[in-house]
C-alpha cells in the first residue's frame, strides 16, 4: 500500500484527525505482484491493521494531547504492529526500538561506542568524540538532522567540539526516505522487559524531547522549525486542532509482565487491547488475502472460519490454565499454511497436525 | 532545567476534547476516560437521576457563563460554606439520609456460580509471576561484558591489568532449589506453593529446580536438596514470626547456619515471606522478599542485589 505523499509542512493536530478518519476504514490496496506474497504473519511493514473504535479515540487523544500512548494486551493482540500502520497512513517517518532486559534508558536516546575510540586510539590522531556517538531512535525522531551528523553543532561549545568525520545512518532509511520531516511515530516495544529504572528515566526526554549527550555535550532539542516532540505548537490564539500536531508519537507496548511504575503511568493514555474475536480474525485474513491480491475462494474462507474459531477456543483453554495462547500472527500463518499445502478441515489428520504446529505450537493440552 | 511533563491532567482533558468532539458530550466520558479520569461531575441542568450510570465530564465553564446564587444569610456560630448538623440524641430514631439507603443486590464473586467456591488467587499475580521468579533467581555471571570505563581508567593511570574488568552480569541461575516451610505458621499459604513452584520449574527450566519442605530447620531440606556454586536458593517460609510458630521457629539461628551454609557453598539464597516487616538482624543476612500481590520486581532486584 502506497504511503500518504510527503508534506513539507508540518501538519496540525486537525488534518492529523481528519487524516485518521480517513484512513481507518480503508481496506489495503492489492500490492504489485511479489511484493507481499512472502510476508509472514509478525511483520510490521504498516500495511493492514484493523482499528476499532475505542482504539481510534485512544490515538486521536494522544495526538491531541501529546502524550505517549500505552498499549496493552496480550501478545497478538496487535500492539506492536499499530506503530508501523499509523506512520505509513500518516505519512510520518518510523523508528522502533525493541526493548530487552538489558535495555538501558540511554539506548533509546544514543549509545557511545568506547571500545572502538579505545582501538582508533592507537592509530589515530584526534579523535572526533562524535564519530563514535551512535543516536537512538528517539532522538532520530525529535531531530533527525542533528542525529544525522552526530550532534555536530548541537555542542554547548561548539569551538571546543572537534569536527565529525561521519554521518550516522537512518534506522528504516528506505521507508523514512519519502516520509515527512517534521513528524515521526517511535514504537518502543515491550517496555515491560525493560528494568523498572528505564521507564522513570525516559519521563523527561518523552516529555520534552531534550537531552544531553553526556560524551558530547551535544544538547538534543528539537529543531526550531520543528514542532515540539509532546506538545504541537502553541494551541494559544488557533481555533481548536489548527495548532501543530506534534513531532513525535511515541507508541509503547506492554505484555504486563511488570507493572510500570506510577509516575510512568500517569503520562500515558494507555490503552488495552482485547484480543480479537473469531469475526475480527477473519476480517484480518480478509485484509491480508486483499492485500497479497487474492480473493479467497469459498473453501478458503471455510478454513479461515474453521481456524479463527479454533484459535480462539485454543485461547481461551489456554487461558484458564493461566497460560498464553496463540496470537494474530500464528492465525495467519496457520491460514497461509494451510493454502499453500492446501490442508482443509476434512483431512483431520493432517488438519489437526496443522493448528497443532501453528496454534497450538506442539503444546498438549493444558 | 529540563524536567519531565506533569502527569495527566484536566488541561489534556479539555484540550482532547476540543480537538476531537467539541459538540459531541456523549463522547466526552470516553476521552476522559481514555486519559484516566472517571468522571462524577453531572452536566449543568441535567438532573443526576436522568444520567445513565457511566460517567459524565462537564464541559469548561467560561467565566462570563457563571452565575453566583445570591448568599444565604450567614448565622451566627455556623460555618461560612456548611450548613450546621444536628446529631439524633441517643433513642431517638436517625434521619431519613442514614436510613433510606438502597441495598445492594447480592452478587457472587466471580467463578462461585453453582456453589463453588471461587478459584485460588495465588499471591504473585500470574502475569507478573515469571519476572518477579526471574528477578528472584538471577545469579552474577563472570562473564558480563567488559568494563570500558574500568578498562581506560586504568589504562589513563598506566596501571597493569591481569583480568579484563567486567560488568556485573546477572542471569537466571542453572539450579535452583525451592525449600517450603511446612510449618503451621504457613498452613494458609500451602495452596499457593503449589503455583509457585510450577511457575518457577516454567522460568528456570523443569530440570533445574529442586523442591524440598520442611518444617523447622531449613538446613536440613537443603542438605536434602543438595547446595552448589551458583545455586539460587529460594525459601517460602514464615520465618517463625507468626503466632502459631514453635519455639525452634521462632529462633533465628536455624536461618543465620541456612545463611552459613549457602555462603560456604557460593551460592545465593531468597526468602519469600508472607511477612512485609521483619526483624533487622534477619534483614541483615537474608535477602528478603514479601510474597503477597503488592511485591514489585524492582523490591526482588532491590533486596537480591543488596547482598548479592
Redesign the interface.
Same mark, same amino acid.
Given at each position: 500500500m502506497k504511503d500518504k505523499p510527503l508534506t513539507q509542512q508540518p501538519m496540525t493536530v486537525a488534518e492529523v484527525l481528519q487524516q485518521l478518519d480517513a484512513q481507518r476504514d480503508l481496506m489495503p490496496e492489492p500490492a504489485a505482484p511479489g511484493v507481499h506474497e512472502r510476508a509472514t504473519g509478525d511483520v510490521r511493514d504498516g500495511a493492514v491493521y484493523l482499528m476499532d473504535d475505542p482504539l481510534l479515540l485512544a490515538v486521536k487523544v494522544a495526538v491531541t494531547t501529546g502524550r505517549p500512548l500505552l498499549l496493552t494486551g496480550d501478545p497478538g493482540t496487535g500492539k506492536s504492529s499499530l506503530a508501523a500502520w499509523l506512520a505509513a497512513r500518516l505519512g510520518w517517518r518510523y523508528y522502533e526500538h525493541v526493548v530487552t532486559g538489558r535495555t538501558e534508558a540511554n539506548d533509546l536516546l544514543w549509545q557511545f561506542d568506547t571500545v572502538r575510540k579505545l582501538g582508533d586510539a592507537s592509530g589515530h590522531g584526534e579523535l572526533a568524540d562524535s564519530d563514535y556517538v551512535q543516536p537512538g531512535v528517539l532522538w532520530w525522531a525529535v531531530d533527525r538532522e542533528g542525529a544525522r551528523r552526530r550532534g555536530v553543532g548541537l555542542q554547548r561549545d561548539v569551538q571546543a567540539a572537534a569536527a565529525g568525520r561521519s554521518e550516522a545512518a537512518e534506522p528504516q532509511a528506505d521507508v523514512n526516505a519519502t516520509r515527512s520531516p517534521h513528524h515521526a511515530v517511535v514504537l518502543i516495544d515491550e517496555i515491560d522487559k525493560a528494568d523498572p529504572d528505564v521507564p522513570n528515566a525516559l519521563l523527561v526526554p518523552l516529555g520534552s524531547g531534550r537531552f544531553t549527550v553526556r560524551e558530547t555535550q551535544a544538547v538534543v532539542a528539537p529543531a526550531a522549525a520543528a514542532p515540539a516532540p509532546g506538545r504541537g505548537g502553541r494551541a494559544r490564539g488557533k481555533a481548536p486542532g489548527q495548532q501543530a500536531a506534534p513531532g513525535m508519537l511515541v507508541v509503547i507496548t506492554s505484555n504486563g509482565e511488570r507493572v510500570l511504575p506510577p509516575a510512568f503511568l500517569r503520562r500515558c493514555v494507555v490503552h488495552h487491547l482485547d484480543a480479537p474475536d473469531p469475526a475480527r480474525l477473519e476480517a484480518i485474513a480478509a485484509a491480508h488475502a486483499l492485500l497479497e491480491g487474492r480473493k479467497p475462494d469459498r473453501k478458503e474462507l471455510a478454513r479461515v472460519k474453521q481456524l479463527a474459531q479454533q484459535s480462539v477456543q485454543l485461547r481461551e483453554e489456554f487461558a484458564r490454565a493461566d497460560r498464553k495462547g496463540s496470537g494474530t500472527a500464528e492465525f495467519l500463518d496457520a491460514v497461509r499454511a494451510s493454502r499453500e499445502l492446501g490442508i482443509g478441515p476434512d483431512q483431520q489428520e493432517h488438519w489437526d497436525q496443522l493448528v497443532s504446529l501453528t496454534l497450538r505450537k506442539g503444546a498438549a493440552r493444558p | 532545567m !529540563?524536567?519531565?511533563?506533569p502527569?495527566?491532567g484536566l488541561g489534556?482533558v479539555f484540550?482532547?476534547i476540543?480537538?476531537?468532539a467539541?459538540d459531541e458530550p456523549a463522547?466526552w466520558a470516553?476521552?476522559a476516560a481514555?486519559?484516566?479520569f472517571v468522571a462524577t461531575h453531572v452536566l449543568p441542568g441535567k438532573p443526576a437521576a436522568d444520567v445513565p450510570g457511566e460517567a459524565i465530564i462537564a464541559p469548561p465553564t467560561r467565566p462570563r457563563d457563571i452565575v453566583l446564587a445570591p448568599a444565604a444569610p450567614r448565622q451566627e456560630g455556623s460555618l461560612p460554606v456548611l450548613a450546621p448538623v444536628s446529631l439524633p440524641s441517643p433513642g431517638e430514631p436517625p434521619p431519613p439520609f442514614l436510613v433510606e439507603v438502597e441495598t445492594l443486590p447480592h452478587e457472587p464473586p466471580a467463578g462461585a456460580a453453582g456453589g463453588e467456591p471461587p478459584p485460588l488467587q495465588p499471591l504473585w499475580p500470574?502475569? !507478573?509471576t515469571?519476572?518477579l521468579l526471574r528477578a528472584a533467581v538471577v545469579m552474577p555471571q563472570a562473564d558480563g561484558e567488559?568494563d570500558?570505563?574500568a578498562?581506560?581508567d586504568a589504562?589513563a593511570r598506566r596501571r597493569g591489568l591481569q583480568r579484563l574488568p567486567r560488568r556485573q552480569a546477572w542471569s537466571i541461575a542453572h539450579d535452583v532449589v525451592l525449600l517450603q516451610d511446612l510449618g503451621a505458621g504457613m498452613d494458609a499459604f500451602i495452596e499457593d506453593m503449589e503455583p509457585l513452584l510450577h511457575a518457577l520449574r516454567q522460568v528456570a527450566g523443569r530440570h533445574a529446580v529442586r523442591d524440598e519442605a520442611f518444617v523447622g530447620r531449613p538446613l536440613e531440606a537443603l542438605e536434602r536438596a543438595g547446595c552448589h556454586r551458583g545455586t539460587a536458593v529460594v525459601v517460602l517460609s514464615d520465618l517463625g514470626l507468626g503466632r502459631l510458630a514453635t519455639a525452634e521457629e521462632r529462633d533465628p539461628a536455624r536461618w543465620f547456619e541456612l545463611a552459613d551454609a549457602v555462603a560456604r557453598a557460593q551460592a545465593r539464597l531468597t526468602v519469600l515471606t508472607p511477612w512485609e516487616r521483619w526483624p533487622a538482624e534477619l534483614a541483615a543476612r537474608l535477602s528478603l522478599v514479601t510474597w503477597d500481590r503488592g511485591t514489585?520486581?524492582?523490591q526482588v532486584?532491590h533486596a537480591v542485589r543488596q547482598h548479592g
Open positions: - | !529540563t524536567q519531565a511533563r502527569p495527566i489534556d484540550q482532547a476540543a480537538a476531537i467539541p463522547r470516553d476521552i481514555v486519559l484516566g500470574v502475569a !507478573t515469571p519476572s567488559p570500558v570505563g578498562l581506560v589504562l514489585a520486581v524492582a532486584m
